[in-house]
């Protein structure tokens, strides 16, 4: 496969203006960069399909080295529609942005400024959490299911066994019983209060 210099230069010149005005701040030029882009890309396609050959008709006498390919061909045909499609939502954008600000300039977002400027560490999400954060041990229930673990649980003078929780200690039964769903533990008192 031979390598045409002035479709590679071409190319590169398409690809280097392209990407020189989809940087811009200017719709309207973000717009002519992305179709030079495209073109650009068109001509990348063409050039990997190689020389040009016979049109792809089967025929048992011709030598199927000199077909030419006909898959960069169906890629440039899809690239032309999407390119299409694209400058036409562009279009739709630039005309509604002239329509609303009559401007076509990006403006900066003083949103999009503070979410920059703010220091990715949050002390809430990122700060290091213990893998217990109940204050009820999670040996509560027994090995046979139904009685409470000694484990962690020491008797009191009553027979009935304590457990730590936080800085002091409880009766495990009643800390089996913050376990459950609706604490049996609290009255409630007027308006959802606590007596």
Known sequence: MSVNLTLLTVMGALYACGIYLIMERSLTRVLLGLMLLANATNLLILATGGYAGLAPMFSKDTDPRDYNDPLPQA?????????????????????RT???????????????????????FDAEDDSEIPVETSEFPLTMIGS????????????????????????HRIRAKDAAAEEQPGSQNVTPGPEGGVK
């Open 144 to 167: 046979d299911g139904r009685g409470i673990s000694d484990s962690g649980v020491s008797g009191s003078e009553d027979g009935g066994a304590t457990v730590k929780a936080g800085d």
């Open 75 to 95: 890629l440039i045909l899809t690239s032309i529609v999407i390119s299409f499609a694209v400058t036409a939502f562009m279009l739709g954008i630039i005309y």
């Open 98 to 120: 002239w329509v609303l600000a009559r401007r076509d300039e990006i403006q900066d977002d003083v949103e999009d400024i503070r979410v920059a400027e703010t220091p990715s």
